[in-house]
């Protein structure tokens, strides 16, 4: 019998890639929208209303009904897989999702799947703009006065709000302020390729210049190119962020609106969306029935085994992954070494969210290491800049100080070569003894004082009590000693006869409180401009500012409470200077008003932390003071001469001679006594390095990672090297100032090295030991055997594991060192994603090195051998 | 500062000098390979003696280049792929010694039918290519800088190792279709026989792809001067030589993929098995991390597309080159996506800061050397 036309069997479908992608997308969406049904559902702790019941039904339903259809359908479910189309819009759609998630910046911990936005749908547009205008007034690194202005600033334009709006409106403008930069730099970078349109660089200010042909000069062109590369991307990059925020201003609207479109379809936090699991999911079992579509057999063959161990290697790391997506949960333990155990740490980093352990954790230890770090000063040259800081090791050579040698070439003046590197140094306290006249090293003359002053029923207190003061008259910063109690003060000299000493006492310039330093820095001022001032002066300033001493106190003192200084009503002759300032007035040179300007000699203003809160925040000023010419006590002026006849020359020319352990003749009630005297003194420094001491980066526990003790370093100094004028050196130093073992001059005071433990940058390492406890029968914490300490040990990339959790190093503040950030993770699907990794390597190697290498030799054979199989 | 005067300076580094003796070599081997692809006789007769010299040049560079990254590794005291300017210097290491594998891997010559050539223009694109990139390198700096704790690991130099080999081998995939493309462009210009939405498509993709342009423009235009002498000489291919050098371009262009293609999965992976090690964990959906993956990603792709797809030719290789501009990408532009702003692995030392009070929080993660205050001290 013919079968009639209209009974024709019916032509399968045929999949393409637009068809593919409308499922795929469609199945997305359905993932998305039965992911929050199924969040909702699992988060909801209230007992369930009519709304869950319907939620929960939907949900029953969409499963039932989707597994009927499968198992219906399956052939068709089948085919649908098993398509090429199918199987590259997969791929394809996955590389486009995660490049979604490259190109809207994710939220701050997204990884915390029920971290989102908040919603302020109910807070005006107007409220939103003026508070997005704001600085963060909970961002603490913005100074004081700045926070508070615009904390008063944001209640004002909040005044309406309730407190939870307030909240969501905070966290959504901190959110928005993210994504608003982020996506403003790269559309600013995108239409203007290659620079071009961006702001030129005008090139750096003559005055920078100077200054790194100096640097140059001193630390090495590479040197000066690398940090002239910094600066003009510093100065450029001003330019840019300017134009940047321009754009961003100018376009405010559009910025937002994608920023409300990405919160909606989950694109800030793609990667821990529905829509995502979704998509992986799909390609999970895209991926399964395409592996094992032949003959086990067939999964063995060198053709396959490749394809088939790559396979199954992404599945089992799709399953990992999934196992980690539902029970992940990370965070961050506070420890303490001066605290107890603790069992709760801060999930996702947020203090609100606190989870708790089935154990306490203890730190028992914790060791930072800095980098062991050189710096090299030219104390003629004055940079402004910091100065190169060379990390040491054994074998590092630096060359400096560069002179052109008899062709014109460039040669270095110093060569420092690091012999060895210490962990351990013992520094004993340094004494000062007499060296040769003309020895390079010695500091100069010097004389110690001993001043002892009286215990309150009169007798003089024990030498440990007794502060002894160095003069050296060739330091200008040593050359006078202030009495504590405010009544003498003594400068000193060195020469055969007083005559000096009288014209010291001649030379004073009364009334002079100190110098000001000052420069505009808007202007590239470099160079500041030095001028002595007395109080009541009025001097012209760079930038057209015209600056006037109002006062002067040697002693500063603010009342917080009052927020007004306190003055001392003593007169200004009888204060101590612990804490010396000016108040300057300042008038710009435009005729506006005046700021009125308290400058402490011990702030340095250079900082712009502290220029930032300035009104006239372009005119940076310091301020010295001089404690020899200041309004202050009488002054003396101790002279001794090579033979060691010491004569205290008092204001009013008379003459004293003073022996060796006497008395000086001065007001007060301090005591002072001439300890001793040089001609020629030397410092003995005392710093014994311990070669023995353990060289701890080595990967076994090591106590002594945790010891304080200061590290040495031995240093060859050559001057003239590579010239029969060579001269070599072994300069030993220790990371303390004690005995200023971290400090070394060349004799001829061209240059200083300053050995130090480099903490402002990131460390060496950080290393804790933790130990476990559990509650014992009195409920008491008692400590668990959770092995050795090398086994507790963590460092970063060596991580700690009990009981399933993860801890690892994540952090350290300098200014707490018993503190230490531990991370916490607890991931059950690691082992399993780590294996599907290692799988998937060692499929690609099959199939693209192993298996062409193979059937290359088995094409030779038969090629080599015709007529055999 | 130029090349020639920091082979002479004495204040240089040691390996900033050398990398100036193998931009010398680089010059020569342009040169060399310049000359031994005219002299070479398009039906593979054995190479005169000349044509021994781009091999030669090629190895002398590759040891130059060794003792760049032995003389950096000194200079730092690590494994020198910590700052963009040292990993730079190893990706254009890494081309050379891809060169000198796949040389060796592939043997060009024994193709005939003008491989002999081609192995020759591929050899000078790479020479091209390391000194374009040392040339990049000069206005980056060159400071030592300290390895913060993550980076002192055993998986430093393998996973960077890996991936930088990689991206060297894909990027001669690309080149290797390039070079067939710019072949069509040209002898459809010349000779005809290709349609025009072909070559207008072929040409917007060679000349307005942006930063891809770079390398293409130039192959483009240098390429057109070529086959406009070629074309004199009668040996322009057209026709059914066409599409055998299609296929051989695919042949080629895919068993180079496949030498590159192991090392960036086992690059991508050691980075999670790194990350696992250091944060326990293995994937952070970090940009960089993400960037890597899309270019895993778009080399499955084209693997599927050519097995399960039947792509072969100019489709199947205008996948390849694409996996070069993600490869592009992830390397040095992804610092300027959205996402990448606060990255552990940002390089882009470009000073640009939100501005205070207005951008929000600081986003950006760079090292604090970078934040020089412009007024310097």
């Known amino acids: ?869 | 500062m130029n090349p020639i005067q920091s082979l002479f300076d004495g204040d240089v580094a040691l390996s900033t000098r050398l990398t100036s003796i193998a931009d010398v070599l680089c010059i020569v081997g342009v040169l060399v390979c310049a000359v031994s692809a005219f002299m070479r006789k398009a039906d593979g007769q054995k190479a005169a003696l000349v044509s021994r010299l781009p091999i030669l040049v090629l190895v002398g560079t590759f040891a130059t280049m060794v003792t760049v990254v032995a003389a950096r590794w000194k200079e730092v005291n690590h494994f020198p792929s910590q700052t963009m300017s040292e990993v730079l210097t190893m990706f254009s290491f890494a081309l050379v010694a891809a060169m000198v594998v796949l040389h060796v891997a592939l043997d060009l010559k024994k193709r005939g039918g003008g491989w002999a050539v081609l192995d020759d223009v591929l050899v000078l694109l790479v020479f091209a290519g390391v000194f374009a990139t040392h040339a990049w390198i000069r206005g980056l700096s060159t400071a030592q800088r300290d390895l913060p704790p993550a980076l002192q690991s055993y998986w430093f130099p393998f996973h960077l190792t890996a991936l930088i080999f990689s991206y060297a081998t894909m990027a001669i995939a690309a080149f290797v279709c390039l070079l067939y493309f710019v072949t069509r462009f040209w002898s459809g210009v010349f000779l005809g026989g290709q349609s025009k939405k072909t070559q207008w498509i072929t040409l917007a993709a060679l000349t307005l792809v942006p930063f891809v342009h770079i390398v293409t423009l130039p192959i483009l235009a240098i390429s057109g001067l070529v086959f406009w002498l070629v074309v004199k000489t009668g040996k322009m291919p057209r026709g059914e030589q066409l599409v055998a050098l299609e296929k051989s371009f695919d042949d080629v262009s895919f068993k180079t993929f496949a030498v590159g293609f192991p090392f960036l999965t086992a690059g991508l992976w050691m980075g999670a098995f790194w990350a696992q090690e250091a944060w326990a964990n293995y994937w952070g959906w970090d940009s960089k991390e993400n960037s890597a993956l899309i270019t895993w990603l778009v080399y499955v792709l084209y693997i599927h597309l050519r097995m399960l797809g039947g792509y072969r030719g100019s489709k199947a290789m205008s996948v390849l080159v694409a996996g070069a501009a993600s490869v592009f990408l992830t390397f040095q532009l992804f610092g300027y996506m959205p996402d990448s702003q606060k990255s552990l692995h940002r390089y882009t030392d470009d000073g640009v800061q939100p501005q205070e009070g207005q951008m929000g929080p600081a986003p950006t993660k760079s090292d604090d050397q970078a934040r020089v205050e412009p007024a310097a001290k």
């Open chain 1, 1 to 869: 019998m013919q079968s009639e036309p209209d009974q024709q069997p019916k032509r399968a479908f045929q999949w393409g890639f637009a068809s593919a992608m409308g499922v795929v997308l469609l199945a997305m969406i359905v993932g998305q929208f039965v992911g929050t049904i199924v969040d909702g559902l699992t988060t909801y702790h209230g007992t369930w209303t009519g709304r869950e019941w319907v939620l929960a039904v939907v949900l029953a339903g969409f499963v039932l009904s989707s597994g009927a259809f499968v198992v219906s359908q399956w052939d068709g479910v089948r085919r649908f897989f098993r398509t090429m189309h199918v199987g590259v819009t997969l791929v394809s759609l996955s590389l486009f999702a995660v490049f979604a998630g490259v190109l809207v910046p994710q939220i701050e911990n997204f990884e915390d799947s029920t971290e989102r936005i908040p919603s302020i749908s109910d807070v005006s547009d107007e409220v939103f703009y003026a508070y997005a205008l704001l600085p963060n007034e909970r961002d603490r690194t913005l100074p004081d006065e700045q926070r508070s202005q615009a904390a008063a600033r944001a209640a004002d334009i909040t005044r309406g709000l309730t407190d939870d709006q307030k909240e969501r409106l905070h966290g959504y403008r901190e959110a928005y302020r993210a994504f608003r930069w982020a996506e403003g730099y790269f559309v600013y970078h995108l239409i203007h390729p290659y620079g071009i349109g961006m702001p030129k660089f005008a090139g750096l200010p003559q005055q920078v210049t100077d200054g790194l042909d100096r640097f140059e000069k001193k630390y090495g062109r590479e040197e000066r190119d690398n940090r002239e590369k910094q600066m003009k991307a510093a100065f450029n990059g001003r330019e840019i962020s300017t134009a940047i925020g321009t754009m961003i201003r100018n376009h405010e609207s559009k910025f937002r609106a994608a920023f409300d479109v990405a919160t909606t379809l989950h694109l800030n936090r793609a990667y821990k969306s529905h829509w995502f699991a979704a998509l992986l999911g799909m390609l999970f079992v895209g991926i399964a029935f395409n592996t094992f579509k032949s003959t086990a057999a067939a999964w063995l063959s060198m053709r396959k085994v490749g394809y088939v161990t790559v396979h199954l290697g992404v599945m089992t790391l799709l399953i990992g992954g999934a196992i980690s997506k539902a029970r992940t949960v990370r965070g961050i333990l506070h420890m303490d070494l001066r605290e107890g155990p603790k069992d709760e740490f801060w999930a996702y980093m947020d203090p609100t969210k606190l989870r708790g352990m089935p154990f306490s954790l203890k730190l028992e230890r914790f060791g930072r290491r800095d980098w062991k770090t050189l710096e090299v000063g030219f104390p003629g040259e004055q940079f402004k800049s910091q100065l190169p800081q060379y990390t040491l090791w054994p074998g590092r050579k630096v060359d400096l100080d560069f002179a052109p040698d008899a062709r014109g070439v460039d040669r270095p003046r110093i060569r420092l070569e690091v012999v060895a590197v210490h962990e351990r140094a013992a520094v004993a306290p340094a004494e000062l003894i007499e060296g040769a006249q003309d020895e390079k090293s010695a500091i100069g003359p010097v004389a110690i004082l001993t001043s002892t002053p009286s215990a309150a029923d009169g007798t003089p207190r024990s030498p440990a009590e007794s502060p002894k003061y160095l003069l050296a008259p060739d330091r200008s910063d040593r050359r006078l000693m202030y009495d504590p109690a405010g009544r003498f003060r003594i400068s000193s000299n060195f020469g055969e006869d007083t005559a000096a000493a009288k014209k010291i006492l001649a030379d004073v310039v009364d009334g002079r409180v100190g110098w000001l330093s000052m420069r505009v820095a808007a202007a590239g001022g470099v160079e500041p401009q030095n001028t002595p001032v007395k109080i009541g002066d009025t001097v012209q300033g760079p930038g057209g500012y015209t600056i006037k001493v109002l006062r002067a106190t040697p002693s500063f003192r603010f009342d917080a409470k009052t927020e007004r200084e306190v003055v001392d009503p003593r007169p200004i002759t009888e204060i101590y200077p612990n804490n010396p300032a000016v108040i300057l007035s300042i008038q710009p040179s435009d005729g506006g008003p005046a700021e009125e300007r308290p400058i402490l000699e011990r702030l340095d203003y250079e900082n712009p932390e502290l220029q930032k809160g300035l009104r006239l925040s372009e005119l940076v000023v310091n301020f010295t003071w001089d404690p020899w010419n200041a309004p202050g006590p009488e002054r003396s002026v101790l002279q001794w001469n090579s033979s060691g006849k010491a004569t205290l020359v008092s204001a009013d020319g008379n003459e004293t001679p003073v022996a060796l352990g006497a008395l000086l003749p001065l007001p007060g009630e301090s005591k002072v006594v001439l300890s001793q005297l040089f001609t020629s003194a030397k410092i003995d420094r005392r710093i014994t390095l311990d070669p023995t001491a353990p060289i701890i980066a080595g990967p076994h526990f090591d106590s002594a990672f945790y010891s304080t003790d200061p590290t040495g370093v031995e240093v060859r100094v050559t001057t003239d090297p590579d010239t029969d004028r060579a001269h070599s050196e072994m300069v030993t130093l220790a990371s303390t100032d004690t005995s200023f073992a971290n400090f070394w001059t060349a004799p001829d005071k061209r240059f200083y090295l300053h050995y130090f433990l480099n903490d402002k940058a990131q460390p060496f390492e950080w290393r804790s030991v933790l130990s476990v406890w559990k509650p014992g029968a009195d409920g008491k914490p008692v400590m668990q055997d959770a092995g050795l300490e090398e086994d507790r040990e963590i460092r970063v990339n060596d991580y700690f594991h009990y009981a399933g959790y993860r801890f690892f190093q994540t952090n350290a503040i300098p200014e707490l060192p018993t503190y230490s950030g531990i991370g916490v993770v607890y991931d059950p699907g690691i082992p399993i994603v780590l294996f599907g990794m290692y799988l998937t390597i060692l499929g690609t190697v099959l199939a693209f090195i192993v298996r062409p290498i193979v059937e290359g030799y088995g094409k030779r054979a038969r090629t080599a051998a015709p007529g055999t199989i």
